[in-house]
Every structure is written in C-alpha cells, then in structure tokens.
C-alpha cells in the first residue's frame, strides 16, 4: 500500500499542473473570474463532457458564444430572441430542448441564490446529488427526455460528469487547476468521477474489485483512495486519469 501511494502521489503532481488546462475541459470555466460565470461554464463544460476532449472544448466555446462569453448575465438577463441562437445547439444526445431548459433552471437559480453550490444541499454526497437532481427537475416544464442529461446514484449512475464538476468546484490547492471556490462541501466528501480511464486504471491497480461501473464502484474507489489521503483523496483522480490517457497503465 505504501508503493502505491507513493505511486499515486507521483502522478498526482506530475499531472496536477497549470498544463493539464488547456487540453482539458476545465479550461473553459478558467476562461472567467466571475463567481457565477466559473460555475455556469463549468457546468455545461462537465455535463457536456463525454466524447474527445478537442470536441467538447469546441462544443462549449460555441455554447458560450451563443450566450455572448457572458454566461451569468446571458442567464439572468436574456430575452426571447436572445435564446433563438440555442435552437442551433447540439452536441451528442444534448439537444436544444435540454440547453433551453439548463437555462431556464438556471435562470430561477440565480434569481434566488447568489451561487450554484446552494443546489448541492444534504448529507453525504449520494443525499447531495440525489436532492441536486430533483431540485433540478422540479419545475412542471421540464422535459422528460432532459433527466437523462442530470444523472443520480439513486438510479445507481457512477455520476461521472457530476462529481467531475463538483471536484472543480470544491478542491483546492496550489497548482490552480480546481478552482475550490465552494466552501459549504468539505473536499473529504467528493466521489472520484469514474470515466472510463479511471476505472481501467483503478482496476489494474487493484483499487476497485466490482465489475459493474455505478455509483457503488465510485464509492468503492474513493474509500479506497481515502486511505491514502482521507481530506483530499479525489486528487488522485488526476493520476488516474492522466495514466489512463496516456495509456501508461
């Protein structure tokens, strides 16, 4: 255990660096400074992260043109005719319905709360993304095909995009790749998001046994990370995945 620590710790700071940004979909919220533009960006960059990376980069830079690089303001603020470019908006199985109705959601949000995190209430994790999830959806206008695009452990979703988003917002440390600009959710409380790469890595590693990719093996490697670094583990997330797209492991 203690080889594989010092393993982990190695490829934490070898991949934990100012040049993970810009190939990655986190340099899309890093484009702002404003509380709430970090966290909208950030937002749609994590949820539209599935695919190759120089695809999502583009699909977000669109996105945010459409909004006029002012996310914030564009949700607060927008018109009818201003939401007339979304209807344009497609990337995968994320269709302009579902960027309307993010909008919409996010639009009431911010009209009664001064940032995102107040979305991500309870106890635990699991009791955060399941509530994050109905908050979401509790609006009569919702589109159904749209849930598909907000997942929860409550339907046993490893919850990738999600806790991908929440590890941006959340950890914090001296390299300024995560921004950590939520305070109400303790770093110790985040789940490692399980993409493909992780879990092919986790796997070799010996760090997760189950066969299935859920909810309960992203809670089985983080436990597992959690003995190396029980206030930070999901920082190893950052090995993980690097070993894995560069095919190292």
């Not at 960006?41 to 459409?66: D, S, V």
């Not at 990738?160 to 995560?178: A, E, S, T």
């Not at 092919?200 to 436990?223: M, Y």
């Not at 029980?230 to 190893?236: F, G, I, L």
Request: charged share 25%; net charge positive.
């Amino acid at each position: 255990m203690d080889t594989l620590k010092k393993f982990l710790e190695e490829n934490y700071r070898k991949y934990n660096v100012a040049g993970f940004i810009e190939n990655d979909p986190i340099s899309i919220p890093h484009q702002f400074t404003i509380k709430q533009d970090v966290e909208i960006a950030g937002f749609f960059a994590a949820i539209l992260a599935w695919g190759q990376r120089k695809t999502i980069i583009k699909k977000c830079l669109e996105l945010l043109e459409y909004m006029g690089n002012e996310p914030y303001s564009f949700v607060l603020n927008h018109s009818e005719n201003d939401l007339l470019p979304l209807e344009r908006f497609k990337h995968r199985t994320f269709q302009p319905t579902d960027a309307l109705y993010f909008i919409a959601f996010l639009k009431k949000h911010y009209q009664q709360h001064e940032s995102l995190e107040a979305a991500f209430q309870g106890v635990g994790m699991k009791e955060r993304l399941i509530n994050f999830q109905n908050n979401f959806f509790r609006y009569d206008f919702a589109p159904a095909r749209t849930k598909k695009h907000i997942a929860s452990p409550a339907s046993n979703s490893a919850c990738k995009r999600l806790n991908m988003f929440l590890r941006w917002m959340v950890r914090k440390d001296d390299q300024g790749v995560d921004f950590g600009i939520w305070k109400q959710i303790n770093p110790s409380e985040l789940i490692c998001p399980y993409d493909v790469h992780v879990e092919r890595v986790a796997k070799k590693l010996g760090l997760v046994k189950r066969k299935q990719t859920d909810w309960k093996a992203a809670e089985e490697l983080t436990n597992n990370l959690r003995s190396f670094d029980p206030r930070d583990p999901v920082k190893y997330d950052f090995a993980l995945f690097g070993l894995g797209v560069d095919n190292i492991i």
